[in-house]
């Protein structure tokens, strides 16, 4: 397993979001989150529909998944250079999740909103590659009401993922609320057990004293390494979490 660093860049980017809600949730406090009882319990094909019903087509399984996604922006782009991977983000905000769920829905029908049409232009961010005949674009992307810090090993098994995405991250300021941020030691350890072996966690953050302790804390836990930075060059992942994503184009801005 591995971590990564960030870096910040300056292009032109823009700061309206789409719905008001509030920044920020305690993931520690109660919920009334349902989960299954396990992974092969939870009925995927509410998400993806596109590949259950179909003797041609197998579903693979979840192999991203972005933690933290907010509005989708980031699962989107990434969706238009792997057409190929089964994408879901994870959003603790109610109000935020079924927004990105909406948001995608119109994707799938051909009619996006104002907001996603013109996040995608000013990206420089087409439609992905039709898979096949089978699968139409967008099909590989989801968004569901969860918590990560809670609940991972009830949708995913062990080493299922390929990918996982920590992007802007609240960074729950107060020492006293440390416990909460999504980098720590004991859910490292779940992290670790959802990923496959040589599996990726991405981090990134406009604040400097969250990256350290993300940074700090995966490079002390013994199932995870840093990517050497000839291979990070390399990853044409690097430019999507750091402009694509609705916190990312703020941050660019600020």
């Known amino acids: 397993f591995f971590a990564m660093s960030f870096s910040i860049i300056g292009h032109e980017a823009y700061t309206r979001f789409p719905i008001r809600v509030r920044a920020h949730r305690n993931p520690l406090a109660d919920d009334v989150i349902p989960i299954p009882r396990h992974p092969s319990e939870y009925d995927w094909s509410t998400l993806y529909p ?86 139409a674009p967008w099909q590989n992307i989801n968004v569901i009401h969860s918590n990560a810090m809670r609940y991972l090993p009830y949708y995913f098994a062990k080493g299922q993922l390929e990918r996982m995405f920590f992007c802007f991250a609240d960074p729950h300021f107060k020492k006293k609320n440390h416990q909460r941020r999504i980098i720590t030691t004991p859910v490292l350890a779940e992290y670790a057990y959802v990923l496959r072996p040589g599996g990726l966690i991405y981090i990134i953050t406009d604040v400097e004293e969250l990256f350290t302790w993300m940074d700090e804390h995966l490079e002390r836990h013994p199932l995870f390494q840093r990517v050497p930075p000839a291979e990070l060059e390399a990853d044409e992942v690097l430019p999507v979490i750091k402009t694509c994503s609705e916190d990312a184009q703020r941050t660019v801005e600020k």
């Open 50 to 135: 596109a590949f259950f019903g179909r003797s041609e087509v197998e579903f693979p399984g979840v192999q991203f998944l972005d933690v933290g996604c907010a509005y989708g922006g980031g699962l989107i782009a990434l969706s238009t250079i792997f057409p190929d991977k089964v994408m879901l983000g994870l959003e603790i905000r109610v109000r935020v999740a079924e927004y990105a769920r909406e948001r995608i829905e119109k994707l799938r029908a051909g009619e996006p909103n104002d907001y996603t049409r013109s996040s995608l232009e000013r990206l420089g961010r087409s439609e992905p590659v039709r898979l096949d005949e089978h699968i």
